[in-house]
C-alpha cells in the first residue's frame, strides 16, 4: 500500500508557493505607489541675451516714419555713439580673433618643439642600442679571436709536447 501513496513534499512546497505569491499580490494591492501629493511646477532656465543697439536707418526702418519738427533742431547724438558702440564691439571681435590666432599659433609653435624634442630623444635611443650593439659584437669578437688564439696556443703546445716526446 505504501506504493499508491504519491510523496507529500510537493504538495506542501506548491501549496506554500501559491500562498506566498497570493500575499505578495495583497501587499502589493494595499501599498498603491501612486503618490498623491501636489506635482512639482516644471522649472524653465532662460538666459536673456542682451541685444546690440540698432543702427538708427534699422530702427527708422521698423518704426514708422515720423514728421520732423522744425521748431526743434536738436542734432542726432545717438547716431555717433551707436557708431561708436558698433565700432568699438567689431574692434572687440576683431582682438579677440587675432588673440585667438596667435593662441593657436603659440600651440602650433609648441607641438612643433615637443615633436622635435621626441625625435630627438628617438635618434639619441636608437644612437645608443647601435652603440650597445657595435659593443657587444666587438666584445663577442675579442672573446672569439681571444679563444682562437687560446687554441692555438693550446695547439701549439700540444704539437710543442708532441715533438718532445718524438724527440724522446
Known amino acids: ?35 498623491e501629493a501636489e506635482p512639482q511646477p516644471e522649472i524653465i532656465q532662460a538666459t536673456l541675451i542682451e541685444e546690440l543697439p540698432i543702427a538708427p536707418e534699422t530702427k527708422a526702418s521698423k518704426a514708422p516714419a515720423k514728421k520732423p519738427v522744425k521748431d526743434k533742431e536738436e542734432p542726432v547724438v545717438e547716431k555717433p555713439k551707436a557708431n561708436a558702440l558698433i565700432e568699438q564691439k567689431k574692434a572687440d571681435v576683431k582682438q579677440k580673433a587675432a588673440e585667438a590666432e596667435k ?19 628617438a635618434e639619441k635611443l636608437e644612437a645608443a642600442k647601435e652603440a650597445k650593439q657595435k659593443a657587444a659584437e666587438a666584445e663577442k669578437a675579442e672573446k672569439l679571436e681571444a679563444a682562437k688564439e687560446a687554441k692555438q696556443k693550446a695547439a701549439e703546445a700540444e704539437k710543442a709536447e708532441k715533438l718532445e716526446a718524438a724527440k724522446e
Not at 504538495?11 to 497570493?22: A, C, E, I, P
Not at 599659433?105 to 630627438?120: F, N
Open 1 to 35: 500500500m505504501q506504493k499508491n501513496r504519491k510523496p507529500l513534499w510537493p504538495f506542501v512546497l506548491s501549496l506554500s508557493l501559491h500562498l506566498l505569491l497570493m500575499l505578495i499580490f495583497a501587499i502589493g494591492l494595499h501599498f498603491d505607489p501612486t503618490n
Open 103 to 121: 593662441a593657436e599659433k603659440l600651440e602650433a609653435v609648441k607641438e612643433a618643439k615637443q615633436k622635435a624634442a621626441e625625435a630627438e630623444k
